[in-house]
């Protein structure tokens, strides 16, 4: 994977993030995932948000998810965004269970949808994003799990 495009704004590396900002990088989606409790979970954080376990370790995702919100943004905060308005951001149920806010692109704003299945873009389409990014794919909708989140 190539670095992120120069004009968009980058995310602060820090040692809670540098294993999932790196791993972008390689086109890869890394979670956490506590070796006391067993969760997967997300944002990076150096503890396990269930069991306040300091035994957290990092493995890949699948890439694969459910749009469960969404929002379109037609006032980015910085200007590097502005020719791409409206942005669809949305939280993404990943099959690891794990709630994920990221960009979705490729699609028609119009046609998004809460239930649309998403995939992590490929490492050659996402050379140009600074953060994990997805884009609509083909596969089964994961509504049971959309509904028992409420």
């Known amino acids: 994977?190539?670095?992120?495009?120069?004009?968009?704004?980058?995310?602060?590396?820090?040692?809670?993030?540098?294993?999932?900002?790196d791993g972008w990088q390689?086109?890869?989606?890394?979670l956490?995932?506590?070796?006391?409790c067993g969760r997967d979970f997300f944002y990076p954080r150096p503890i396990c948000p269930n069991c306040?376990?300091?035994?957290?370790r990092w493995h890949g995702a699948t890439g694969k998810g459910t749009i469960v919100s969404?929002?379109?943004?037609?006032?980015?905060n910085h200007h590097a965004f502005a020719d791409e308005t409206p942005i669809v951001l949305a939280e993404v149920l990943l099959e690891e269970d794990v709630a994920f806010l990221a960009r979705v692109?490729?699609?028609?704003?119009?046609?998004?949808?809460?239930?649309?299945t998403v995939a992590l873009l490929s490492p050659v389409e996402a050379?140009?994003?600074?953060?994990?990014?997805?884009?609509p794919s083909r596969?089964?909708?994961r509504r049971d799990k959309i509904e028992e989140r409420g």
């Open 1 to 21: 994977m190539t670095a992120a495009s120069k004009d968009y704004p980058q995310p602060d590396r820090d040692g809670d993030n540098r294993p999932l900002l």
């Open 26 to 30: 390689r086109g890869q989606l890394l």
């Open 32 to 36: 956490q995932r506590c070796e006391d």
């Open 52 to 56: 306040w376990s300091a035994e957290v």
């Open 70 to 76: 969404f929002s379109l943004v037609y006032r980015p």
């Open 105 to 116: 692109v490729n699609v028609e704003p119009a046609a998004v949808r809460i239930g649309m």
């Open 127 to 135: 050379a140009r994003y600074p953060l994990p990014t997805f884009e």
């Open 139 to 141: 596969g089964p909708r």
